[in-house]
């Protein structure tokens, strides 16, 4: 007499328990479907993986815990980015950039011991491939120039880090400044200012002779040729490209070729 409590066998279940061994084609046709969507998926899923970049790894130093800790959830849902490290002052920063691979420092300015600006300046000469990014509350001219001085390459404001810090990091990362809309006007009025005052930039630290001069290296025109076109002589000719070399810090021809190329002064 059969249990009641346990269902019935079906037809069908009569019917696989006579089977013979081998598979009707359905399930044959089956398994093979599956095999190959299985085998499908690895390869579509398996090298992805495998080629996957690897996460930004990032420094976070604030004094302040909570804000840490907000920062950190900001950074750590994104995909690339990961916190593998914490400070709480610029001095333990530092440490932390001993003992652990990172990619890029997240420093608050105002910070005990050591402020992140002096953090931010031993760690430049630290670990020299190490981005730095300012996290501050101050809008500040100020700060924003020692940032920059200190080896930063981004200024973010606490007020709008959920919308900021995550672009501003990957920009660190690609080698791109990242300011918010008021340091860029602070940094052209800043420019506006050293010029109308006179004050020499970087861009012309060169007399227009010497500008001359370089142009022609750069073109390979001897120094007899240079002479013969700029109506000097072949010692002035040198005298000016030993000045050259050590204004610019540059070795020989070749870098300063491809200083004139970067200064606009020829085509590459």
């Known amino acids: 007499m059969s249990d009641p409590s346990l269902p019935e066998p079906s037809a069908s279940g009569r019917h696989d328990a006579t089977t013979p061994a081998s598979a009707p084609a359905s399930a044959t046709s089956a398994a093979s479907a599956t095999s190959a969507t299985s085998a499908t998926s690895a390869s579509a899923y398996g090298p992805s993986q495998a080629s996957a970049p690897a996460k930004i790894r990032i420094l976070l130093a604030d004094d302040h815990a909570l804000v840490r800790r907000g920062v950190r959830l900001i950074l750590d849902r994104e995909p690339d980015l990961e916190v593998v490290a914490e400070a709480g002052d610029g001095a333990e920063a530092i440490d932390m950039a001993r003992t652990h691979e990172a990619d890029l420092a997240v420093l608050d300015i105002a910070m005990p011991r050591l402020t992140g600006l002096q953090a931010a300046r031993e760690l430049a000469a ?3 491939g190490l981005r730095i990014l300012m996290l501050t509350m101050h809008d500040n001219e100020q700060y924003l120039f020692q940032a920059l001085k200190s080896g930063a390459c981004g ?7 959920d919308r900021d810090l995550v672009a501003a990091c990957r920009a660190a990362m690609r080698d791109e400044p990242f300011l918010y809309p008021g340091a860029v006007t602070a940094l ?6 050293r010029v109308r005052h006179g004050e020499e ?4 630290i060169l ?6 001069v370089l142009k022609l290296v750069a073109e390979g025109h001897s120094s007899k040729e240079i002479a013969e076109i700029l109506f000097i002589s ?4 040198q005298r000016h490209r030993a000045n050259l ?3 610019l810090g540059l070795r020989d021809r070749l870098e300063l070729t491809r200083y004139a190329i970067r200064a606009g002064l020829i085509e590459p």
């Open 207 to 212: 007399t227009p002779r010497e500008e001359e």
């Open 155 to 161: 200024y973010v404001l606490k007020s709008v880090a």
């Open 201 to 204: 930039t970087s861009d012309h």
């Open 126 to 128: 630290l670990k020299p």
């Open 188 to 193: 052209i009025r800043n420019y506006l200012d």
């Open 234 to 237: 072949i010692k002035t000719v």
């Open 245 to 247: 070399l050590q204004k």
